[in-house]
């Protein structure tokens, strides 16, 4: 019998390898806000906790589990001149068009939770537009039953609202859900709203980041379907 009746994923860290796809994007974005300076460019990576020579994000970022509102007043800040509305727009848009890395091939991966009847959502602190846009770059957008970003009007985690929004948009109880993340912010959130918390290191966090607020840890996603039935 399977754990679960439903599972919410997170995007970034989570279907997707973080630093494979944002890190990469961060680095051009750091380039494109300094015009190419290198002192704004310093600026840029110290207020993000980037690291310019190694193109990483450092895992003390305020941008990995923060919104796209909060990524922009981050980077605003060593920005003294530019508006702040300005440079969230230029988020949203350049990372609807980030290079993805799906931490597993995502079409027959959720194609097989699918014929196991679960339902499946995305929860992101991401624009619901760059979560939709990801999505149908890799086409598994139509995979889903739910979709949601920090701007779709249910909150952003760590608040366990987005994903309550989940369990009543495809009525499955909280506790027969399974919220999967890479961040303490997912899991955290997953407890509040009453779920079942499986964390995965394809993000920035470490294990023992992570196993206070999980009932497991795995590599991947890949690893949760044989998981749920143990």
Not at 2 to 23: C, E, N, P, Q, V
Not at 104 to 121: C, E, F, I, S
Request: negative net charge; charged residues 20%.
């Amino acid at each position: 019998m399977s754990r679960a009746d439903a599972i919410l994923f997170d995007k970034d860290g989570t279907l997707f390898d973080f630093h494979a796809t944002w890190s990469t994007w961060a680095g051009q974005v750091i380039r494109d806000l300094a015009g190419g300076e290198a002192v704004a460019m310093a600026r840029l990576a110290e207020a993000a906790h980037y690291d310019l020579a190694a193109a990483r994000f450092l895992p003390t970022s305020p941008i990995i589990a923060g919104t796209n509102r909060e990524a922009a007043e981050c980077l605003a800040g060593a920005l003294h001149d530019r508006d702040v509305d300005k440079i969230e727009i230029h988020l949203m848009l350049s990372a609807a068009e980030a290079p993805l890395a799906p931490a597993v091939p995502l079409a027959p991966y959720l194609d097989g939770l699918r014929a196991r009847g679960l339902r499946l959502g995305v929860v992101t602190n991401d624009t619901e537009y760059g979560a939709r846009a990801h999505l149908g770059t890799v086409g598994v957008l139509e995979r889903f039953d739910f979709i949601a970003g920090f701007d779709s009007g249910h909150g952003a985690k760590p608040a366990p609202g987005p994903l309550l929004a989940f369990a009543r948009a495809v009525s499955v109880a909280p506790g027969r859900v399974v919220m999967v993340g890479d961040s303490t912010h997912d899991l955290i959130a997953g407890r509040a709203a009453g779920m079942v918390c499986v964390g995965v290191l394809t993000g920035t966090a470490v294990e023992a980041d992570l196993a206070p607020f999980a009932d497991a840890v795995l590599p991947d996603i890949g690893h949760l379907p044989e998981w749920l039935l143990a």
